[in-house]
């Protein structure tokens, strides 16, 4: 009966042990890839207050305090107005 136990005890260890090894990738590969982007990621003033001066940290523009965005949001933004004209 004891070693019923133990067995029992054992693999629910290894299980436990398996899956959370498992589970601590999946969030390590999910991190680096937000460091990798936030790195990466370059960050203007929508109104262009400072012509096209990038930043690599979102926050606030110095001269109109506006939120900075993504330079790539700002160009689906920008191909996005210029195929909708009004007529």
């Given at each position: 009966?004891?070693?019923?136990?133990?067995?029992?005890?054992?693999?629910?260890?290894?299980?436990?042990?398996?899956?959370?090894?498992?589970?601590?990738?999946?969030?390590?590969?999910?991190?680096?890839?937000?460091?990798?982007?936030s790195?990466?990621?370059?960050?203007?003033?929508?109104m262009?207050?400072?012509?096209?001066?990038?930043?690599?940290?979102?926050?606030?523009?110095?001269?109109?305090?506006?939120?900075?965005?993504?330079?790539?949001?700002?160009?689906?933004?920008?191909?996005?107005?210029?195929?909708?004209?009004?007529?």
């Open positions: 009966m004891k070693k019923q136990i133990i067995t029992a005890a054992l693999l629910f260890t290894a299980t436990m042990f398996i899956t959370s090894c498992g589970s601590n990738n999946s969030e390590t590969k999910t991190e680096k890839s937000a460091i990798e982007e790195a990466t990621a370059q960050y203007k003033c929508p262009k207050c400072e012509g096209e001066k990038k930043y690599d940290k979102p926050g606030q523009c110095p001269k109109c305090n506006m939120d900075l965005q993504k330079v790539e949001e700002m160009d689906e933004q920008h191909n996005h107005d210029s195929t909708h004209t009004n007529h």
